[in-house]
């Protein structure tokens, strides 16, 4: 379990920072946000990456020695977060971050989840918060086996169904990873999790200013996996 250090520090001048930038107009940049910003972790994205497929190993091969310190944990990290891995995962409860990495602590992950594990507005500034404040080294995009939300997009594709409410265009921003892959072989639904995971990566990587520069510098690596629900193992996409 890995341990955080207990650092006495604030994050509050980022928020003062950004207030002051935006009163007067001036647009936030990456190392402006990073000069802002506390205490951040040591991990580099190859040793995130590592410690990821390390964890999941672990899930895999012996999940009931997964264990957690909560308390020992909480005060470690409660004045301070140094995180060493963003996580856009679903809302799914079968994919827990946390635990399907080999029962992660309080403090580790950076996690953002929601229906198809899609990089909306309220996701991306989460991703770009923890990469240009946080410093987080590793994004990783963690679509899954089986996942609701891309099933509704392929009977978009396939039925032309229309979802009720905000469901509708939650599942809209699926379909055209599902229509990529449709008629291809193997099992649609699963062949749009991979794309839809694989497509939310370029888009986190490529159409934050913020991330794409952090990338472009090496100080972040942007991934996609795909968790299986049967087996537990997480498989990382290239």
Known sequence: MCQICDIQASRRGFLSFA???????????????????????????DEALAKLITGNGRFVASPELCSAQLAKQRDQVAKVQMPWASIISCADSRVPPELLFGGLGIGELFVARNAGNMADTA????????????????????????????????EVVEKKTK?????????????????AVAG????????????????????????SAIVAD????????????????????VEFLA
């Open 184 to 207: 291809k072989p193997g099992d649609f639904v699963d062949n749009a999790v991979r794309e839809s995971a694989l497509r939310t990566a370029r888009k986190v990587a490529g159409e």
């Open 123 to 154: 996701t991306m500034g989460t991703i770009e918060y923890g990469a240009a404040v946080l410093g987080v080294p590793l994004i990783v995009v963690l679509g899954h086996e089986r996942c609701g939300a891309v099933a509704a997009a392929c």
């Open 163 to 179: 979802f009720p409410g905000s469901i509708g265009p939650m599942v809209d921003a699926i379909v055209p990873a599902a229509q």
């Open 19 to 45: 207030a002051a930038g935006l009163a007067s107009g001036l647009t936030l940049s990456a190392p402006a946000a990073f000069a802002a910003g506390g205490p951040t972790t040591t991990v580099t994205a």
């Open 214 to 233: 952090l990338v472009k510098k090496g100080k972040v690596k942007v991934v996609a996996a795909r968790y299986d629900l049967d087996t537990g193992k």
